[in-house]
């Protein structure tokens, strides 16, 4: 089984993979955070861009982005809390955990979402801050921050 990036357990194929498509549009704040979780760790960068409005996409750097989702190790995702404000607004807490270089790094952040014609939009994020204090340093033979037990070069270290 091909078990999704966004950390859902379920196979790609039957979660985010439809979404990043174009097949499906995604029916929660939630399931579209998680689908630009996906689309960042495959450096899909076209979905980003199709998933953004509003003070989101003011200034957005595609090729930027591009290069930066390509650079990084995306480890895991891990959902906080998710729950809507109204009908068309909505709100994702969430932890998003990636090596850069040598550092693991946490993207900690509250993502506001927008509904307009049927679809929602990421519009706004507040990055909250972390536990941890500083970029903790990963090696080849440190063990991986997924959980898996497994050294970093023989589990998410493969993927770079």
Known sequence: MNTCPCGSDVEYSLCCEPYLLGSQLPQTPEALMRSRYTAYSMANIDYIKKTMRDKASVGFQGEVARKWAKRVCWINLCVHKAFHESP?????????????????QLMHELSEFK??????????????????????????????????????????????
Do not use: M
């Not at 068309?88 to 040598?102: H, I, L, P, Q, R």
């Not at 519009?123 to 204090?133: A, C, F, I, K």
């Open 88 to 104: 068309s607004k909505g709100f994702v807490e969430f932890t998003a955990t990636y090596v850069d270089g040598e550092r693991l």
């Open 115 to 160: 509904r307009e014609g049927g679809q929602w939009f990421y519009v706004n994020g507040t990055h909250l801050e972390t536990q941890q204090s500083s970029p903790s340093k990963i090696v080849r033979n440190t063990q991986c921050p997924c959980g898996s037990q497994k050294k970093f070069k023989n589990c998410h270290g493969l993927l770079k």
